[in-house]
Structures are given as C-alpha cells and as structure tokens.
C-alpha cells in the first residue's frame, strides 16, 4: 500500500480519520459506534494462529527445480519426464523445538521441508539436515518431543527430561551423535544438506517399484558454527539464519542444491538386511553410500522470496502424503504415522479449507466433491457435489494411482526389536568417521548438558556411547572430567 492510498475497513468502505476515535467530548469516553475502531482492536486480538507444535521458527522461499538426469525408467512422476525440465517449488527450514521467537542458531536439527508444485499435484518431501532420526516408532513422538520443550513446572529446557529418554531409547543414538556434531548448529540454512530421511518408492510407467532415499547436497559447500559462536549469534542476532537466507536471495545469490537419490529394489533390500541386519525401512538407519551409491538427477534453486511472510511461510502446510503419481511411501512405521499427523495438524492450526490458500493450492486442475467449511475461498463452484462410481474421474483407478501389491511379513501385532536391533553400529560408524578435533568437539558437546543429570541417567548414557565404540564413551568421561 502506498503512503497516498486511501485507507478502508476491511468491507472497503473509506475510513474518514485513522488516528482520533469517536468521542463523547474531547475527553471521551468513545463511542461504540466507531466500527472502524472496534474492527480494528478485534482483527488485532486474533492476529494470531497457533504455532506448529514442531519446527515452530522458521524461514521460507520459492525456487525452481531443473531435471539434469533421467529417472524415468524409475518413476513415470511427470515432473521427471525429461531433462531441463523444470517445476516451481517452495522450501520452508526450520529449528524444531524453539517457539517461533526462538534463536536460529540453536543445536537442533534443522527441517528441510519442500514443496513441488507439479502438474499432477503438489509433493511435499518432508525433510530435515539429518539423514536419520530420533526415534522409529511414531508412537513415542510426541514423548520424545515433549523433552525437547520446556519442563511443565520450571518452564526450563532440561537436559534431564532429554538425557532419561535417549537414555533409556538407544535407538535415538546415531541421531544423538549427529546432533551435538558440529552438524548440530549449521551456519545458517544455505551451508547444510537435506534428506528425505525416510526410505520412500517410485514407481515407474511398468508399474515396477524400486525404493529411494531423497538427499540435497548444498551447493554453498557445509558449514557449521562453533558451540560458541552459536551460542553468542543466539544473542546477538536471533534471526541470523531468517537474515541470511533472505539477505541472499534478495541480493540474487540464489542457493542451490544438487537432488541425488539412493535407489535399491526389493531384492537388494533384502539380501542388503541378509547381509547387515539393518531393516531399511528403520528411521533411525542409514543406507551407506558404498552399498548404495548417489545418482544425480537435478538442482533445487531458491530464487524469491515470499512477499508475506504469515501468508506464505507461516500459512505453508507441507504434508510426506503428498506424494503424486509415480512415487510412493514405504513401510517405514515413522513414516506412516507422519502420513496421519501433518494434514490433521493443519485442519487445527490453519484450517479446514488451509488447501485454499494460495501457497498450499495446487497449480494444476484439481477436483473433488470437498465442499464448504469455514473459509471456503473456491468451492468448487457449480460443479456437481458428488461422486458416483460412474461418474467421470470417479472410475477406480487400482490403489495408489496403480501402485504393485506390498508385500506383508507376519501378523498384526506390537513389535519391540529391543534388543533384537542393532543400534550401536551405524552410531559407532559416525563417530570413527569424524576428524579428531570433530570427536573432541562432539564429546565437548555432550558434556555440557551431560554435566546437568542424574549420575543415574549419565552412567546409563555413557554405556550407549561405549557400546558404539569404546573411544566415544571415554572421549565424554575426559570431556566431562575438564569440566
Ligand atoms: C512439522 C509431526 C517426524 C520433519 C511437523 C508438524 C507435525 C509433525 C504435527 C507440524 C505440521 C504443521 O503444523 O504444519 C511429526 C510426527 C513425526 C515427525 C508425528 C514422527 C512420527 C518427522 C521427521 C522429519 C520431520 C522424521 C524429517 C525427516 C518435519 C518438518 C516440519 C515438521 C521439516 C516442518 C514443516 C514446515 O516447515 O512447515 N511434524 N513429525 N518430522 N516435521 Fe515432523
């Protein structure tokens, strides 16, 4: 709006003054007349919409993904349909457990969440800087980030509510030694990778399944910030991350990153699991690179950013079920209770009708007999309302968009592989991977806040790093000891 347009309400109706009430008397008291006051005061009062319950901070910006290889004898997603092409696309990255007025630089791990506006639909990857995750029952999510808030009584965050559940959930290690890396604080959204993080499916115009894991390499090569410079931009600058994707995209140095993916069909998988043990569908695991090499197949730029931040960035609702035609989930438990959690989510944070909205609607025809709600911006017009298996569109179409059966092993029933799973391995393996200042770094890390708990939960943590190799326990216990 420029400084010469005429104000209105909100119905458009001019407003005569914008700075002195209606009063009775210069003094007052006012008038309930004033619309325009009691219109304005009651839009302010609901300003507001509630937080995500998770990645609450965060950034957004639109961009352009380019196919650079073909991947079409894996999928028939027509996204992927032929070299140069390109989709709009929206990214948001975030910090998980910080309220939306929390510091960017927090150690956490970062969502890395993105939107392809295809023409068959919008996918959401859902992703986060980390290939790997926490835990591998969803059932324990809300547990888990329960001791990544603050504690109900002292409305703190305590080392001890975190440290008494990873220590008692070994699977959250690798996660764990990720998280107090140097990895744990990147410097900003641009200097970090991304993962789908989950093992999901494409499926190809033969109707044949293949699995994937989902990576972006950045382009602005990895950069981390110490514990102390995080620490101190936490005070000084609690929006570095907002400031510097913004900042560079403004200036058109627009980050990019290289999408490749790890692919294995069913029969690798399975010898793969033979072989290692590992289950591929487990959240907590990664596929290695050398039993599953990277293919290339675009870019992902970042090239404008959003003209209104709560209408775009704050509104956004990504959703791991947007998966179009040619792609497909997995088995992966974590997975599937993602696929229930994030659209109900939005039903309360943002609404019934939140799909209306200009960043979640599809770029392509869409229908369907949803009708009316609260908000309902296009309704579907004169369209009939309803849906008959002879209608046209309605004909079923084979599950999935055509999807291959899935194969099931076993009855349904609650499976606890503690104890049966390895989950020290793939943690020991991160650890041996890191340079000696990076080990020193981690353990440094870990003391800080393993200095704050119960000797109780401390000597049951320490088993876990020394189980995974016996250099990273001792490498804590020497970290804890210069304390
Ligand atoms: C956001 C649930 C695991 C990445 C959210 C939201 C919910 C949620 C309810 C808020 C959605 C919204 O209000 O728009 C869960 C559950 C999980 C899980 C139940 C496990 C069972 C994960 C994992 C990843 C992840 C494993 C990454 C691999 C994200 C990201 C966002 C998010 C990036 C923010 C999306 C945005 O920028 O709007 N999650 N989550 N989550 N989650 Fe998860």
Redo the contacts with the bound molecule.
């Keep these: 709006m420029s400084q010469d347009q005429q104000i209105t309400t909100a119905s458009g109706i001019p407003v005569a003054d914008n700075q002195n009430s209606i009063s009775a008397g210069p003094r007052g008291p006012l008038l309930l007349q004033d619309f325009h006051l009691i219109e304005k005061l009651q839009h302010f009062n609901r300003e507001r919409i509630?937080?995500?319950?998770?990645?609450a901070k965060?950034s957004?910006a639109y961009g352009t993904f380019t196919v650079t290889h073909d991947i079409s004898h894996f999928t028939k997603a027509k996204l992927f349909s032929a070299i140069g092409k390109k989709t709009d696309t929206f990214a948001?990255?975030?910090t998980?457990g910080g309220e939306r007025g929390s510091a960017d630089t927090e150690r956490d791990?970062?969502?890395?969440?993105l939107r392809f506006y295809t023409e068959e639909g919008n996918w959401d990857l859902?992703?986060?800087n980390?290939p790997m995750?926490f835990?591998k029952?969803?059932?324990?999510?809300?547990d888990f980030?329960h001791t990544q808030k603050r504690c109900p009584r002292s409305n703190l965050k305590s080392p001890t509510m975190m440290f008494d559940f990873w220590s008692k959930a070994p699977e959250s290690l690798h996660q764990v030694t990720m998280l107090f890396s140097d990895r744990g604080t990147p410097d900003g959204y641009r200097h970090m990778d991304g993962?789908?993080?989950?093992t999901y499916s494409l499926i190809n115009a033969a109707g044949e399944r293949v699995y994937v894991k989902w990576h972006f390499k950045t382009r602005q090569g990895i950069k981390n910030l110490s514990a102390a410079d995080a620490a101190r931009i936490a005070g000084e600058d609690p929006d570095y991350a907002q400031r510097d994707l913004f900042g560079a995209i403004e200036r058109g140095d627009f980050p990019q990153w290289e999408v490749r993916i790890q692919v294995a069909t069913e029969q690798q998988l399975e010898e793969w699991e033979a072989r290692t043990g590992w289950n591929p569908f487990d959240?907590t695991k990664v596929w290695p690179h050398r039993d599953f090499p990277l293919h290339p197949v675009g870019i992902f730029e970042l090239n404008r950013n959003p003209d209104n931040y709560h209408a775009e960035?704050e509104q956004?609702?990504?959703?791991?079920a947007n998966a179009v035609p040619g792609m497909g989930y997995s088995p992966d438990?974590?997975?599937?209770?993602?696929l229930?959690?994030?659209h109900?989510?939005?039903l309360?944070?943002?609404g019934t009708n939140h799909q209306h909205l200009p960043v979640n609607a599809p770029r392509c025809p869409f229908h369907n007999q949803q009708r009316d709600g609260a908000m309902a911006a296009h309704n579907g017009g004169a369209a009939q309302n309803y849906a008959n298996v002879n209608a046209a569109g309605s004909a079923p179409r084979g599950m999935g968009h055509g999807e291959p059966e899935l194969a099931l092993r076993g009855g349904a029933g609650r499976f606890d592989g503690r104890g049966v799973e390895d989950d020290y391995t793939q943690a020991g393996n991160l650890f041996r991977l890191l340079t000696e200042q990076e080990k020193l770094n981690l353990c440094a890390n870990l003391a800080g806040p393993l200095s704050q708990v119960s000797d109780e939960i401390l000597q049951r943590q320490l088993a876990h790093f020394d189980k995974a190799d016996s250099a990273y326990g001792n490498g804590v216990r020497a970290a804890l000891n210069m304390k």
Excluded: C, W
């Excluded at 791990?109 to 969440?113: D, E, L, M, S, Y």
């Design positions: 509630p937080e995500r319950v998770v990645h965060g957004g948001r990255f975030s998980v791990p970062r969502g890395f969440a859902v992703g986060n980390t995750f835990i029952d969803p059932i324990k999510f809300p980030i993962f789908g993080s989950h959240l960035v956004v609702a990504f959703s791991p438990k974590m997975l599937q209770g993602r229930f959690a994030y109900d989510a939005q309360y944070r943002v």
